[in-house]
């Protein structure tokens, strides 16, 4: 079963940048769907981008040309490229893949947006 670890969150201003890691146990390459999701205190866990193994991408509309989803097979890592943040991005932001019908979860790093 794949693990994966996320990092880069932190505290931001409005309109600047953060850039997020996944970095996955194994070969992301035969991971069928990697996704980013976010979940602010108080409200539901919702879903902010997805990469599939062809390599094609699908954002939220929130996050439609704000954020880039990228990947780095090499380094068995993916990443999500935060700009022009919002204070409403601030939330926990979890990495999931799906690989043969088991779903797996990151930890979740912390991206704080302050007015």
């Known amino acids: 079963q794949v693990q994966l670890v996320e990092s880069g969150g932190g505290l931001v201003q409005a309109g600047g940048s953060l850039r997020l890691s996944c970095a996955a146990s194994?070969?992301?390459?035969?991971?069928?769907?990697m996704g980013w999701y976010r979940q602010a205190p108080g409200k539901q866990r919702e879903w902010v981008a997805h990469?599939?193994?062809?390599?094609?991408?699908f954002y939220a509309d929130s996050a439609k040309g704000r954020f880039t989803f990228s990947r780095d097979n090499a380094k068995n890592t993916v990443y999500l490229q935060m700009n022009s943040l919002k204070p409403e991005d601030t939330a926990k932001y979890y990495c999931?893949?799906?690989?043969?019908?088991?779903?797996?979860w990151g930890q979740g790093t912390q991206v704080t947006v302050s007015s």
């Open positions: 999931n893949a799906m690989k043969s019908g088991i779903e797996t």
């Open positions: 194994g070969s992301i390459s035969s991971i069928n769907v």
């Open positions: 990469m599939n193994s062809d390599g094609r991408t």
